[in-house]
């Protein structure tokens, strides 16, 4: 425990002084580097923004509108009858779609169930072996203009399913 | 395909919305929607801008190529069409390391500099190349040696012991991480058949 808390607090500290001391020592130009690199940083948020707009606007009109809800309890039958309970099927699929959102309901099931229940530890291991997949894609796609994604989201979309499956075979098992 | 997905997420939630009577529900997600989007991308520009002036560094230092040799065996079997001293795996290389320590925020940066990369590798055409798509697909997986924000939610909640977590995390995120490489690989097969 005490191990793991050390190494995120330290990570990034160590990671900037280990950057900047190896600079110097190669005799790179550290602040006008800096400087030349943050700038593109700009361009970048900048970039991102209509493709995130386009994106986060779909997301929340089709969750405010309550189809979402509507087609977790279709699903729900059907998963119940291979073992994944009900309560995490609005996880699994929200959290593709949104980070915050399944972050919330991560959060919201380890409150109810208690973080050491099988649905609370279920929920903390889907929520940190998965990624948010419409959001890595839109920024990452977006920054640099690709418009033709070819197999990306397939890709992204059947790796995460695979991820949620996992989870719960371990889960079950390990629990 | 997104330009469907998209299109059809907004058609039936707006269909749905009228069914249901969520139509002002609706209307306010709107609104919300375009303003969390534009909040994030304000919020994600003080990270952008810190942490692509230190990889600038790390980079005019020779830091960043230095990395990608260190780990040249198994990144370039997973990157076949990156040279071996390109930039971009350096990039792909810290991208994957901050992803490993839950480090969201630095990863974010690091991973558009590697699409970035990757696009001009790929002679600067808007389509996305093999290995983008892998770059892609090794990301949503996530591979994750440390969940911070879940041992951290855990704590808040009393756990007996917040870390219990790691290790179905790191069984299940290495299974999804290969079952990633070879959905991709699936797919990248099936392309080039086709031609």
């Known amino acids: 425990m005490e191990i793991v808390s050390a190494i995120s607090l330290w990570f990034i500290p160590v990671m900037i002084a280990f950057i900047l001391i190896y600079g110097t020592y190669k005799k790179v130009p550290t602040y006008e580097s800096f400087v030349e690199g943050g700038k593109e940083g700009i361009k970048m948020a900048v970039s991102i923004m209509p493709f995130l707009v386009g994106m986060m606007v779909a997301i929340a009109v089709f969750r405010a509108s309550g189809a979402l809800d509507v087609m977790v309890d279709w699903l729900r039958p059907g998963l119940e009858m291979v073992g994944i309970p009900a309560e995490i099927v609005p996880l699994a699929l929200i959290r593709p779609i949104s980070g915050t959102a399944a972050l919330g309901i991560t959060s919201d099931l380890i409150g109810v169930h208690g973080p050491d229940s099988f649905i609370g530890t279920l929920a903390a291991t889907l929520q940190g072996s998965t990624d948010t997949t419409f959001y890595v894609l839109t920024v990452y796609f977006g920054a640099v203009g690709i418009k033709k994604m070819g197999d990306a989201l397939k890709v992204g979309l059947l790796a995460d399913a695979v991820a949620i499956i996992t989870a719960i075979i371990v889960v079950t098992f390990m629990f | ?195």
Not at chain 2, 48 to 53: S, T
Not at chain 2, 98 to 120: Q, R, S, V, Y
């Open chain 2, 1 to 195: 395909m997104v330009n469907y997905i998209w299109v059809v997420m907004i058609l039936i939630g707006l269909g749905f919305a009228m069914v249901n009577g969520t139509m002002a529900e609706v209307n306010e997600a709107v609104f919300n929607g375009a303003k969390e989007a534009i909040t994030l991308s304000i919020g994600l520009i003080s990270i952008l801008v810190f942490w692509l002036g230190m990889m600038r560094i790390a980079e005019d230092s020779g830091l960043l190529s230095k990395l990608s040799t260190l780990f040249k065996p198994l990144i370039s079997k997973l990157f076949p069409e990156v040279p071996s001293n390109h930039p971009a795996m350096g990039y792909i290389l810290s991208n994957m390391i901050a992803n490993m320590f839950g480090l969201g925020n630095a990863a974010t940066p690091l991973g558009i500099k590697a699409m970035e990369e990757l696009k001009e590798l790929n002679d600067g055409k808007n389509e996305a190349s093999r290995s983008m798509i892998t770059f892609l697909a090794i990301n949503t997986a996530s591979i994750t040696l440390i969940p911070t924000t879940v041992i951290a939610i855990r704590m808040n909640y009393n756990s007996a012991n917040p870390t219990d977590i790691v290790g179905p995390t790191l069984v299940a995120t290495a299974v999804s991480a290969v079952a990633a490489i070879l959905i991709d690989r699936f797919f990248y097969y099936r392309r080039s058949k086709k031609g």
